[in-house]
């Protein structure tokens, strides 16, 4: 008998925790809820409403490039709901392409940050002292297999101020050159190998993740051709879990 009241006891406890909790998490997810509770700042919504490609974004670059729709039933899965959903601690901007899918994004040596818009194949620039996109680039070719699109999940500018980025679906990794306003892009010889981070030593040499392929890579930016595996081909691709490089540990 006192264990059956025991394991009752324990059975409405839990169940008593998974209710509190399903509570909780429901107050804090539910925008109509919640908003209540805090002073809602909607001062940004409409910056950029959304509507069609941006005519006065526009440059000789992005009109070679259409946008590709959206499918309705995939709306919910890569688009937004175009609102700025501000509050006392977070200030959200609207881009102006809707469904454009931001994953990645970096500062440049101006503080001006770039986005990079996966499921459009663009980067979007960002003046945070004006609180406006200047500019948008489109990258050439970007053809997105599946519904995701290709996630560009970082991207970092070089010492030269070109920037670099990865791209899962292509396996590659690319480079921006700014001042040229060109792209070149650099093929994994391991296909599926969904590049991921990247970063750069003090050689200027570019190292990279590969998720599927479980495997560390590099690339030597002066050794490289655009559009092909030449050079990648001959590095050595290291399995490993700790690399000791440039006189300190990196961790991977």
């Not at 479980?214 to 691709?237: G, H, M, R, S």
Request: include cysteine.
């Amino acid at each position: 008998m006192k264990n059956y009241f025991r394991y009752s006891i324990v059975s409405i406890t839990v169940v008593i925790v998974i209710l509190t909790y399903v509570f909780v998490n429901y107050l804090f997810t539910n925008n109509n809820f919640f908003n209540g509770f805090i002073n809602v700042n909607k001062s940004f919504d409409n910056i950029f409403p959304v509507t069609e490609e941006n005519d006065a974004l526009s440059n000789p670059l992005d009109k070679k490039a259409a946008i590709k729709p959206v499918a309705e039933k995939d709306k919910k899965y890569v688009c937004g709901d175009g609102r700025a959903n501000s509050n006392d601690f977070i200030t959200e901007f609207v881009l102006p392409f809707p469904c454009s899918q931001p994953v990645g994004l970096t500062v440049d040596n101006s503080n001006n940050i770039w986005i990079a818009a996966n499921w459009i194949g663009r980067f979007l620039v960002f003046d945070p002292s004006t609180k406006t996109f200047i500019k948008n680039i489109s990258i050439p070719n970007w053809n997105p297999k599946t519904m995701f699109g290709s996630m560009i999940w970082d991207l970092k500018f070089d010492k030269n101020g070109d920037l670099w980025f990865t791209d899962e679906q292509s396996s590659s990794v690319w480079k921006y050159l700014v001042k040229q306003d060109k792209f070149e892009k650099y093929i994994s010889p391991t296909d599926s190998s969904y590049p991921l981070s990247l970063t750069f030593d003090p050689d200027g040499n570019v190292w990279f993740t590969n998720v599927f392929g479980k495997k560390l890579a590099f690339l030597d930016p002066d050794e490289v051709k655009n559009n092909t595996t030449k050079e990648l081909e001959k590095l050595i691709w290291a399995k490993v879990s700790i690399l000791k490089q440039w006189d300190h540990l990196q961790w991977v």
